[in-house]
């Protein structure tokens, strides 16, 4: 059973790091990855600078060279090129910004079910050490978006993330597909797949690394922070989770959400999507485990 630590009070953040051991993560003179996702223009529910520059100062106090970071997507729009992307965090607030380009990928072997090896942006893969900042909310094909997300989606290069989406093998035109080629988008992936191999792709992202996770239960939208809206909360702010482990840190924010809705919001929201499945197959592949144990800060 591992340990998820829970505080309600924001301005505890640096508290939440020491008592989670993430703040042991840090290498003095070392680049030290910030996994964060900086919001489609004309969304507000992202997770917002001021939440997290703390943890910023933070590592550079220990030593550390702190760097925001995120892949760019598949989908065409500002956030599906480098360039375009690194100024929408900027105008979202953010600095010390690294984005890499589709060419700056790491291959990295997992030998799993659907996947012998995964792409991942080389900025992020680069670093000796991450931590994930999640902003924990609900998505339509994964049900909810938590690290396991943030992570295994979040870091595949684009065409990373066009494989996790395909299922060629119940594809119509897939003798006359190029997508792979092209590295367009392609959404006929069932949610359960898609689920599995997110987990695969963050099986790698994590491989032999120093990895914490934190979970920000606030503002918790229905939809993804790729929409470039967002709808009101599903529940009030809840707080903030930190973890070692991301399957116990998503079992636990499920948890708390549905617990303060009243109801498994995320089925009723997204009856297709079971969420189940990613906590399941991520545990099955050694990810974390999906017992936890709350331990307030």
Known sequence: MNKVFLSTNFDNIIQLL??????NLIIPNYFFALKIHFGEPGNTAYLKPDRVKPIADKIKTLGGK??????????????????????????HGFSDVIISEEDDCVTI?????HFKQVYLAGAAMRAPAMIVLTHFKGHELTGFG??????????????????MHQDCLNCPEVKTCKKNLTIESCWIGSPTLVQEKMSEYCFGAVKDRKVGYINFITDVSPNCDCY????PPIVPDIGVLASLDPVAIDQASVDLVNKAAGHDIFRKLYPEADWNVQLDYAE????????????AV
Not at 73 to 85: C, F, I, Q, W
Not at 109 to 113: S, Y
Not at 228 to 231: A, E, I, L, S, V
């Open 66 to 91: 702190p760097f925001f970071t995120d892949a760019n997507t598949l989908y065409s729009g500002p956030r599906s090129n480098s360039k375009d992307h690194r100024e929408v965090a900027r105008q």
């Open 109 to 113: 072997p997992v030998g799993l079910k």
């Open 228 to 231: 470039g809206h967002n709808d």
């Open 146 to 163: 938590g690290a396991l997300k943030n992570v295994g989606m979040g870091l595949g290069t684009r065409k990373g993330k066009l494989k």
């Open 284 to 295: 099955k592949i050694g990810l974390g485990s999906r017992k936890y144990q709350i331990l």
């Open 18 to 23: 020491k008592a989670a051991n993430i703040d």
